[in-house]
């Protein structure tokens, strides 16, 4: 397998295995030399290596990003960006690290290089979500894409499975809305079939063998393209739901997404016959709804919200939020159709 790149107007993308040793060159491509390099707890190591990596021009380290973007998280960063002169980001990690990233370079300009070692896809969209106060704000803003975005395979062999699996359906998740979003265009739905495509195809195989660096390299590239459908279209109920879900009631985010999205699919079915049937397709099912929930299983991740965290008596309240502020979503959204939704995505159902 070899690094190849493609450039866009805006996101430099490397892609392949080692990737991440073209780091330093990116930086002096950029004429950038302090560095600050941002991680979550978790892969506090990988952070550690790309200081190695970079050597002077690493100039702070930072290893404390958190999921949904905390503003008190981003205000402890913009410190250190003033105290050490940082004159670029380097973030390694999933959406979490890629929030905070992004959130640094909404408030500043500083160029970004994202090593994304999830299946998120935030490294692809100009969409910031933000938490404060325990309620979480979306904005788009193209200062927030990636300046460079690497990929590399070998850096997502440490994911653990289960991890993996509500990952990669999060990503699934993006190209399953794509398929029935109302801007879609041929060249989205053909990107979210390949995404949903190689997904699936290379998720069963990661939870078996968190090593198989084929099936790494499909998952990484299924959802780099789900990640760009996310960029391109706008998105529905699902999302709009798990954004409640993680905002409000502090719920982890790729495990709602694999929770809740056979019973958002379900709820659009009808409305969306021929989307239903490309996703069915490319699940290699014969149902999009019921496609979505095994591959779950199949990736052993929890399928019921109340093992989420969630309780029964918050789902009046998500139904009220969901419906709150209108949006647009292929069938007409329903208080009360919404809250039986979500008690079967609660109860882990199978989707109606
Ligand atoms: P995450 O970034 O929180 O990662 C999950 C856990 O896995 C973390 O502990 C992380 O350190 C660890 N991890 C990641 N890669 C690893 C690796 N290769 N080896 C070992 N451990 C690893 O989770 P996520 O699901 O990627 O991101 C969720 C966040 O991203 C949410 O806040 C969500 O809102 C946001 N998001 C934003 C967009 C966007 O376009 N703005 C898109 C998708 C998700």
Same mark, same amino acid.
């Not at 892609?15 to 073209?22: H, N």
């Not at 250190?80 to 370079?105: F, N, W």
């Not at 590399?152 to 979003?181: C, F, K, M, Q, W």
């Given at each position: 397998?070899?690094? %190849? +790149? ?39 190591? /990988? ?26 998280? *981003? ?21 979490? #690290? *890629?929030?905070?990233?992004? $959130? ?6 500083? &160029? /970004?290089?994202?090593?994304? #070692? ?12 933000? *938490? ?59 990107? $979210? ?25 499909? $998952? ?11 960029? /391109? ?10 954004? *409640? ?10 495990? #709602?997404? #694999? ?10 079915? /009808? ?15 014969? %149902?999009? &709804? ?27 309240? $998500? ?6 502020? &209108? ?17 079967? +995505? ?7």
């Amino acid at each position: 397998m070899h690094a %190849s +790149a493609d450039n866009d107007l805006r996101c430099r993308v490397l892609f392949g295995v080692d990737t991440i040793t073209a780091l330093p060159e990116e930086l002096a491509r950029l004429s950038k030399e302090r560095a600050l390099i941002l991680s979550t707890p978790q892969q506090k190591n /990988q952070a550690e290596h790309v200081r190695q990596l970079l050597g002077n021009a690493a100039a702070a380290v930072f290893s404390g990003a958190a999921m949904h973007t905390p503003v008190e998280v *981003t205000a402890e960063v913009m410190r250190i960006v003033a105290e050490k002169h940082i004159d670029c980001i380097v973030a390694i990690g999933g959406g979490s #690290t *890629t929030g905070l990233s992004k $959130a640094i370079a909404y408030r500043t300009g500083l &160029p /970004q290089l994202v090593i994304s #070692t999830t299946y998120a896809g935030s490294e692809m969209t100009p969409i910031l979500g933000q *938490t404060e106060d325990g309620e979480k704000t979306t904005l788009i803003d193209a200062k927030v894409i990636p300046d460079v975005v690497i990929y590399d395979v070998r850096l997502t062999l440490s994911l653990p499975p289960d991890i993996s699996g509500t990952s990669g359906i999060n990503a699934i998740a993006h190209a399953v809305e794509a398929l029935y979003a109302k801007d879609r265009n041929a060249a989205t739905s053909a990107m $979210a079939v390949e995404g949903i495509e190689k997904l699936a195809r290379a998720l069963p195989v990661i939870a078996r063998d968190p090593q198989d660096l084929d099936a790494r390299s499909d $998952a990484l590239a299924g959802a780099s393209l789900c990640g760009r459908c996310l960029a /391109q279209v706008g998105m529905a109920l699902h999302h709009k739901l798990c954004h *409640t879900l993680g905002g409000t009631f502090g719920l982890p985010h790729a495990p #709602t997404h #694999t929770a809740v999205l056979p019973h958002a699919a379900a709820y659009n079915a /009808q409305a969306e016959p021929v989307a239903m049937q490309q996703i069915a397709q490319a699940l290699g099912s014969d %149902s999009a &709804p019921l496609g979505l929930y095994e591959l779950g299983h199949t990736v052993k991740a929890k399928m019921a919200l109340r093992d989420l965290g969630l309780r029964r008596a918050d789902l009046d309240r $998500a139904a009220d939020l969901a419906v709150r502020k &209108p949006y647009w979503n292929p069938r007409p959204l329903g208080r009360d159709a919404i809250r039986e939704l979500l008690q079967n +995505a609660w109860a882990g159902d199978p989707p109606q």
